[in-house]
C-alpha cells in the first residue's frame, strides 16, 4: 500500500514569517494529494488540495506544489498567523478507490 | 447540526467490554470510513464502507468490526477492548461525484480503555 512520509513532526515560526511542510508517497499511482488542519479538539479540516495533472495550486496564504517525479508534495503558508497553529496532515490516494492514507501529522506554533 | 456527528464524544471503558461507537451524516454521502488516530502516527484506516453493501478492511482491522446500518450510518464496534486500542476515532464520508475527493471528519470520538 501507499506510504506517506511527513517532516517535521514540530514547526515553530514568528507570525508574518512563512512555514513549510513537506511529504513524500511511495505509490506513483498516486494521483489526489490533500492537506488537512486540525485545530485542538476537532475533526481534520480540508484546507487545500492538488490533483497529480497540475503541479501547484494557491489560496489565498496557503499554496501546495507536487513534484511527481520525485514523489513529494510540500505545503506553504506565508504571512503566518496566530489562527494558523493547529496540526497539519498530509494524505494520498489513488485511483477511485479515494481511500486516503495520512502522513504523521506537522505540530505548527505561530509565535506572535 | 453538524453534518458528520459522532457519539460518543467520549469514552471510559473496561478490558474486556465490548463497545460501539456511532457515525451519522447528512451529507448523502456514499462512502464512510474510520480512522484512528494516535500521537505521531497520524490517522490510519481501519474500515470503510463505499455503499451500504460495502463494506472493507483497512491498514488496521484487527479487533474491530463494523456496520453500516444505512447510508447515513456508519457504526464501529470494539468485541472486547483492549488497553492498545485507547486512541482518538475519527469518522469521515466522502462523495466522489463532480470529482470531489475531499473528505468530511466528524469531532471525534476520545476512547480511554483502562
Known amino acids: 500500500g501507499e506510504n506517506v512520509e511527513q517532516h517535521p513532526s514540530t514547526l515553530s515560526v514568528q507570525e508574518g514569517d512563512s512555514a513549510v511542510i513537506k511529504c513524500t508517497y511511495s505509490d506513483s499511482a498516486s494521483n489526489y494529494f490533500p492537506w488537512y488542519k486540525q485545530e485542538l479538539g476537532k475533526g481534520p479540516q480540508l484546507i487545500i488540495d492538488i490533483r497529480s495533472n497540475v503541479g501547484e495550486k494557491k489560496d489565498q496564504r496557503i499554496a501546495v506544489t507536487l513534484n511527481k517525479t520525485a514523489k513529494h508534495f510540500s505545503l506553504h503558508i506565508t504571512e503566518t498567523q496566530p489562527e494558523d497553529s493547529a496540526v497539519y496532515f498530509c494524505a494520498a490516494s489513488y485511483g477511485g478507490a479515494n481511500n486516503l492514507f495520512f502522513g504523521t501529522g506537522t505540530r505548527l506554533t505561530v509565535i506572535p | 447540526d453538524a453534518d458528520v456527528t459522532q457519539t460518543p464524544r467520549n469514552r471510559i471503558t473496561k478490558t474486556g467490554k465490548r463497545i460501539m461507537l456511532e457515525c451519522s451524516q447528512t451529507?448523502?454521502?456514499?462512502?464512510m470510513y474510520w480512522y484512528r488516530q494516535d500521537p505521531g502516527l497520524g490517522l490510519r484506516l481501519i474500515y470503510y464502507?463505499?455503499?451500504?453493501?460495502?463494506?472493507n478492511k483497512g491498514e488496521i482491522s484487527d479487533g474491530y468490526s463494523v456496520s453500516r446500518q444505512a447510508q447515513a450510518k456508519f457504526s464501529l464496534s470494539l468485541e472486547s477492548a483492549i488497553p492498545n486500542q485507547t486512541a482518538l476515532y475519527f469518522c469521515?464520508?466522502?462523495?466522489?461525484?463532480?470529482?470531489?475527493?475531499?473528505?468530511?471528519f466528524g469531532s471525534g470520538t476520545r476512547l480511554t480503555v483502562v
Open positions: 464502507s463505499f455503499d451500504v453493501k460495502d463494506i
Open positions: 451529507k448523502g454521502h456514499d462512502r
Open positions: 469521515a464520508t466522502s462523495d466522489l461525484k463532480a470529482g470531489n475527493y475531499g473528505y468530511t
